[in-house]
């Protein structure tokens, strides 16, 4: 029989998978964007970029669940 989580737990779950889904999502976006990967500067400028349009994104989603 399948254990009931209790919705703090469901709350850390549910963050877990946010932020693994957002991890791969700046990556991937990251790599679509950058024309020249061998420029490791611009590829990580456009990193920090995504990430922080997605922890924007989380923060808003936290607030509205």
């Known amino acids: 029989m399948k254990k ?4 703090q737990e469901l709350r850390d ?5 946010l932020a693994n889904s957002c991890i791969i999502a700046v ?3 990251t790599e679509d964007n950058t024309d020249s990967p ?5 590829y990580l400028a456009k990193a920090k970029k995504n990430i ?4 924007t ?9």
């Open 57 to 65: 994104r989380i923060k808003l989603i936290q607030l509205a669940s």
């Open 13 to 17: 779950k549910y963050q877990k998978l």
């Open 38 to 42: 061998t420029n490791e500067e611009e």
């Open 27 to 29: 990556v991937k976006r």
């Open 4 to 7: 009931k989580l209790s919705i």
């Open 52 to 55: 922080s349009i997605l922890k």
